[in-house]
Each structure stands twice: as structure tokens, then as C-alpha cells.
């Protein structure tokens, strides 16, 4: 059981890291509306760029948190939750904006690894 909830420690936590650091300037299959690039997303949606900052921080503050939690599991809970409330508001953001289901299937699938990884840290 450690074992699995490592591995998904590190999935979601390189999740993170790759979509806010190595592909924050570059577009993908999955970003909201047409947007080529984080800022384009976050302004497609309406929200301001302070509001994508602090969304950045708070993702890449948690998989840092999944990652130390290797060693301190005490942080792994909180910051897994922190993590389905983030990625709720994606997913309630792809749907406001008439996302088709493919563009938030990545923010689902964090979710219910989030949720998992929340559960097992408790066992």
C-alpha cells in the first residue's frame, strides 16, 4: 500500500510540475477554450492573471508538499485535499466555458487521484 501511494504521490506531483513549469508557455489538447498558453487560458476564462499566480503556487506548493510527504507523511492529507478543491475549480471552469469533456479529462483524472491519495494516507 506505501508503495502505490508513493507512485501516485509522484504521478500527480509530476503532473503538476509539468504543466505549470515545463508546458506554462505552450498550448496543449487540453487547455481551456483556444488558449495557447496559461495566461491565454486563465484570461479565456475571465479570471485575472493575480488569480493564475496564485492558483500556480498553490498546485506546485502541493506537489512539492506529495513529494516531502515521502518522508513526512503528515503533509500528504492536506495537501491532497488542497488538491481536489483546485482541481474542482478547473473542472467547474472547463464547464462554464463550454469546454468539451476531452479538455478537462486531465483535471479529472488529478481529482480522483488527489481523492485516492487522500484516502490511502489515512490508512
Known amino acids: 500500500m506505501t508503495y502505490l501511494l508513493t507512485i501516485l504521490q509522484l504521478l500527480?506531483?509530476?503532473g503538476l510540475?509539468?504543466?505549470w513549469v515545463l508546458r506554462f508557455n505552450?498550448?496543449?489538447?487540453?487547455?481551456?477554450?483556444s488558449a495557447k498558453n496559461m495566461r491565454e487560458e486563465f484570461a479565456a476564462y475571465g479570471l485575472p492573471g493575480w488569480f493564475m499566480w496564485l492558483v500556480g503556487a498553490l498546485?506546485?506548493?502541493?506537489?512539492?508538499?506529495?513529494?516531502f510527504g515521502i518522508w513526512l507523511p503528515k503533509?500528504?492529507?492536506?495537501s491532497?485535499?488542497?488538491?481536489?478543491v483546485l482541481m474542482a475549480g478547473a473542472i467547474t471552469m472547463h464547464l462554464r466555458a463550454g469546454?468539451?469533456?476531452?479538455?478537462?479529462?486531465?483535471?479529472l483524472i488529478m481529482l480522483l487521484l488527489s481523492v485516492i491519495?487522500?484516502?490511502?494516507?489515512l490508512a
Open 117 to 121: 491519495i487522500a484516502i490511502l494516507s
Open 59 to 67: 498546485k506546485l506548493t502541493s506537489a512539492a508538499a506529495l513529494i
Open 12 to 14: 500527480v506531483a509530476g
Open 17 to 19: 510540475i509539468n504543466v
Open 80 to 84: 491532497a485535499v488542497g488538491l481536489v
Open 26 to 33: 505552450k498550448g496543449t489538447n487540453y487547455r481551456g477554450k
Open 99 to 107: 469546454d468539451p469533456f476531452v479538455k478537462f479529462v486531465p483535471a
Open 75 to 78: 503533509v500528504i492529507f492536506p
